[in-house]
């Protein structure tokens, strides 16, 4: 299903499209407080960490190693799969790319979903969770509004209603499974950097430097990335598409963004697996689509035709 920016037509209106009560909202202080805000004191440790072991190749390994697995999971997995269906992938892909995305602790891979579309439905509008847009106007309200797209909305939010949003996603049992063991792929996520932390050292502070930096503080670096895209590109970079938001590219973050920083395009191409658009555009997730398209894992691409670019290109 592809998701465009306007309201799904054609759907039966729903009874509710989001769910707010106390039980959830002491869900997503838990989270906020293990995956958000954790990953900062352990970042802060990981600094800290350098004067028992210096940062070497290990640390460089395995921080960048787990930020590129992770990071391909959320943009490649729960982004351009999952939540756009801009392609199709053999099931066993599909697996792997929802568990390395949980592995991310961005949320797991249905509610994920449910908010990013909702984002899309509602973007910088009432009812987007994250827009940057919405806390008043002048400079203090842009500083706000920064704050509370980049980090602060994910204390307390309205869920949006998984029936709704993710029809498709609950009917697939095996997604549905990967989802319930959600603290479990972020465990494994940390353990992973550990173990082989203390391996190759054959020592406790090579493990522990493993966690802070493959672990913390890879989660730390993802989140930011991530969060970036919702906050800034919202507000600030170029816009060479019309879209009803305010969504920016920011060509320069394209290779740490693994391709989502051309954000503006996204928006107005959100059906298309390249958000790049155009070859000479870094896009590192488009890459490994197309190398899982040549080696007929995945399927279906639905890159935009030239004319309907052209058609939405704003005239300089
Ligand atoms: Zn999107
Ligand atoms: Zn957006």
């Known amino acids: 299903?592809?998701?465009?920016?306007?309201?799904?037509?054609?759907?039966?209106?729903?009874?509710?499209?989001?769910?707010?009560?106390?039980?959830?909202?002491?869900?997503?202080?838990?989270?906020?407080?293990?995956?958000?805000?954790?990953?900062?004191?352990?970042?802060?440790a990981a600094l800290a960490f350098v004067w028992v072991r210096p940062f070497g190749m290990l640390e460089f390994?395995?921080?960048?190693?787990?930020?590129?697995?992770?990071?391909?999971?959320?943009?490649v997995g729960y982004h351009r799969l999952f939540t756009h269906r801009t392609f199709q992938a053999a099931p066993s892909v599909a697996a792997v790319l929802a568990v390395l995305g949980s592995m991310a602790g961005q949320g797991g891979v249905i509610s994920w979903v449910a908010l990013h579309r909702r984002h899309h439905e509602c973007?910088?509008?009432?009812?987007?969770?994250?827009?940057?847009?919405?806390?008043?106007?002048?400079?203090?309200?842009?500083?706000?509004?920064l704050a509370h797209s980049h980090f602060l909305w994910m204390r307390r939010h309205e869920y949006p209603n998984i029936v709704h949003y993710a029809p498709d996603?609950?009917?697939?049992?095996?997604?549905?499974?990967?989802?319930?063991?959600?603290?479990?792929?972020?465990?494994?996520?940390?353990?992973?950097?550990?173990?082989?932390?203390?391996?190759?050292?054959?020592?406790?502070?090579?493990?522990?430097?493993?966690?802070?930096?493959?672990?913390?503080?890879?989660?730390?670096?993802?989140?930011?990335?991530?969060?970036?895209?919702?906050?800034?590109?919202h507000m600030f970079g170029t816009r060479p598409y019309e879209s009803r938001e305010n969504s920016h590219n920011g060509g320069i973050f394209a290779l740490v963004t693994l391709g989502e920083s051309w954000h503006n395009n996204h928006h107005a191409f959100?059906?298309?697996?390249?958000?790049?658009?155009?070859?000479?555009?870094?896009?590192?997730?488009?890459?490994?689509?197309?190398?899982?398209?040549?080696?007929?894992?995945?399927?279906?691409?639905?890159?935009?035709?030239?004319t309907r670019m052209s058609a939405k290109r704003i005239a300089a």
């Open 1 to 44: 299903m592809a998701i465009d920016s306007s309201t799904p037509t054609g759907t039966p209106e729903p009874r509710k499209k989001t769910i707010s009560n106390p039980y959830i909202h002491r869900l997503q202080r838990r989270h906020f407080l293990l995956f958000d805000v954790l990953p900062i004191a352990g970042t802060g």
């Open 123 to 145: 973007s910088d509008r009432e009812g987007d969770p994250h827009s940057p847009n919405l806390s008043g106007s002048g400079f203090a309200g842009a500083l706000r509004g």
């Open 270 to 306: 959100p059906e298309s697996p390249s958000f790049g658009l155009n070859w000479y555009r870094l896009d590192p997730g488009y890459w490994l689509i197309r190398t899982l398209a040549a080696a007929g894992l995945a399927w279906d691409l639905k890159v935009p035709s030239q």
């Open 169 to 233: 996603l609950i009917k697939d049992r095996r997604l549905v499974r990967v989802a319930r063991l959600y603290y479990w792929w972020v465990a494994l996520g940390l353990f992973i950097p550990t173990v082989t932390g203390g391996l190759v050292t054959m020592s406790w502070t090579g493990a522990v430097s493993g966690l802070l930096w493959g672990g913390l503080a890879r989660i730390f670096v993802l989140e930011h990335i991530v969060w970036a895209i919702n906050s800034f590109l």
């Open 61 to 75: 390994a395995l921080l960048f190693s787990m930020w590129l697995l992770t990071g391909l999971g959320v943009t």
